[in-house]
């Protein structure tokens, strides 16, 4: 193990790797049969003015965490978090339970690209509760130094941290270091300003040995992660991957699927044949309060993939609810219309996510469909589950719609103002919930009453049924559906429309 040296060319007709001794600043050739690349992926930072200022920073390993940390705890009190990615959101999270006034400035309309617009919009409401300032749909366009604070003190304070030091007085001159320019036009002030708007592959290595990258631009493996050059092995976030469910070319830095390939890669060197067959993206977040998290693919890359799908989305608790502390989640369950075959779940909420999630990747690495979650037999107690399991349900709503005995509808296909002349809108829930807030438009018929008002709908019309969660709504949709009507119930009733439209 060499520490403070670093490798900065291949040879691979000679096989030796050049090294730079930072210590020294001297140069020797390291000589290998085999060679394993792991450099990882590095932050990107936008080409703007002023990146490299003073006071801007990423983070990539734990002398980043450290130096961030250190800061933090200076008496600096406003911090600014570029991206609303993994990194950007556990770093705001730290900075305001570390007492920061922190912002988040996502450019996209939401954080956490990798979820469905709605989930995603709990996110956003857990992240405000907080007390952190989100900004969507905006980006740092230029920073300038606001103050008397030079590059050299700066770096003084960075320097007196690492080494512990008592600042005094420079933290407080350290505020209002940075002016930031949005796209927006507006402008915001901060002593930090952390970037975590996502990551490119390290490759400059690779391309000193001709390595063929592909067409993410991340190095080119084989199954058992060989590049194009002899003797070379490539691991990790460098690396690009097949995804198992659209078979689509990806790069995506996950430490799962890193660790996995560091093993096949040894494994193949010794002469065992393990092979890597593909990644599913499975990921997880803590957002303070929330849990988020998916596997496979979810709306918009199904979208981008041209693959069909239906969805099925339910609102359980993490385990039976006359048990304390029950907690409530939303999941969403994409598959096949034809097969039936899972192509990707996503979970918000509070306890329990994780183990969802955990078990539906699972079946989607196993080839399981929707139809197989309703057999599904997972560990019940009052305080673990339900008898009925969340995955359970998510089985029995998707065989429904498949099948057509509960034809449904999506938040995003019904949208925000349905059109009342051509559907007829039910809200089936009592009168006092459709006061306290309703889908513009719909008429409210409680449930239990629903036989008896047949009269007030028109039989030639289509009828989209809602409840609160879609349970009384599918009860709708069987009266209906006996009496000859068109209906469908919407999926996951009031609650998912009002995660996507609601304030």
């Known amino acids: 193990v060499r520490t403070r040296h670093e490798a900065v060319s291949i040879d691979s007709q000679r096989k030796t790797v050049k090294i730079h001794n930072l210590d020294k600043n001297t140069f020797e050739d390291l000589s290998y049969d085999k060679l394993i690349l792991s450099p990882g992926a590095a932050p990107v930072l936008p080409p703007i003015e002023g990146i490299h200022l003073p006071g801007v920073h990423t983070l990539r390993n734990l002398q980043d965490t450290d130096k961030l940390y250190a800061l933090a705890r200076s008496g600096i009190k406003r911090a600014v978090v570029a991206g609303g990615g993994f990194i950007g959101l556990e770093v705001a999270e730290n900075f305001a339970r570390l007492g920061l006034e922190t912002t988040v400035i996502q450019r996209d309309r939401q954080v956490l690209g990798f979820l469905d617009a709605d989930l995603a919009n709990i996110v956003h409401r857990e992240i405000r509760k907080a007390g952190v300032n989100l900004i969507l749909g905006d980006s740092i366009t230029g920073l300038a130094q606001s103050d008397l604070l030079t590059r050299s003190a700066q770096g003084a304070l960075i320097s007196g941290l690492a080494q512990g030091a008592l600042i005094s007085g420079l933290a407080q001159g350290a505020q209002g270091q940075l002016n930031l320019s949005l796209s927006s036009g507006k402008t915001l002030d901060a002593e930090m300003v952390v970037f975590g708007i996502g990551v490119h592959p390290e490759v400059v290595l690779a391309q000193t040995a001709n390595i063929q990258l ?178 359970n349900m998510l089985g029995f709503v998707g065989a429904g719609l498949r099948s057509g005995t509960q034809p449904q509808i999506t938040n995003f296909r019904l949208g925000k103002s349905p059109d009342t002349s051509a559907i007829q809108l039910v809200d089936v829930r009592s009168p006092g919930e459709h006061a306290n807030g309703h889908i513009p438009g719909s008429v409210s018929i409680p449930v239990d009453e629903l036989r008896e008002r047949l009269a007030e709908l028109d039989p030639a019309k289509p009828v989209v049924a809602y409840c609160q969660v879609g349970m009384r709504g599918n009860v709708a949709v069987r009266i209906l559906l006996q009496k000859g009507f068109r209906v469908q119930n919407l999926s996951g009733g009031y609650a998912s429309w009002e995660q996507l439209f609601g304030g």
């Open 214 to 391: 592909g067409t993410t631009g991340a190095i080119l493996v084989d199954e058992h992660m060989r590049t194009s050059v002899p003797d070379i092995y490539a691991v990790g976030d460098a690396i690009e991957v097949r995804h198992l469910v659209s078979g689509a070319k990806a790069h995506i830095p996950l430490a799962g699927p890193a660790n996995r390939q560091g093993r096949i890669a040894a494994d193949h060197i010794c002469g065992i044949g393990s092979r890597f067959g593909g990644v599913l993206g499975t990921a997880i977040l803590r957002v303070f309060g929330k849990t988020a998290a998916s596997t496979g693919l979810g709306l918009r890359a199904l979208e981008k993939a041209g693959i069909p799908f239906e969805s099925v989305t339910i609102h359980p608790a993490n385990h039976a609810g006359y048990f304390p502390g029950a907690e409530g989640m939303t999941l969403r369950l994409y598959f096949d219309p034809a097969s039936g075959k899972i192509l990707g779940a996503q979970g918000v909420g509070g306890a329990g996510v994780d183990k969802r999630i955990d078990i539906l990747s699972m079946a989607i690495r196993g080839g399981m469909t929707v139809d197989d979650l309703e057999a599904a037999e997972l560990c019940y107690a009052p305080p673990y589950g339900s008898a009925k399991d969340p995955v």
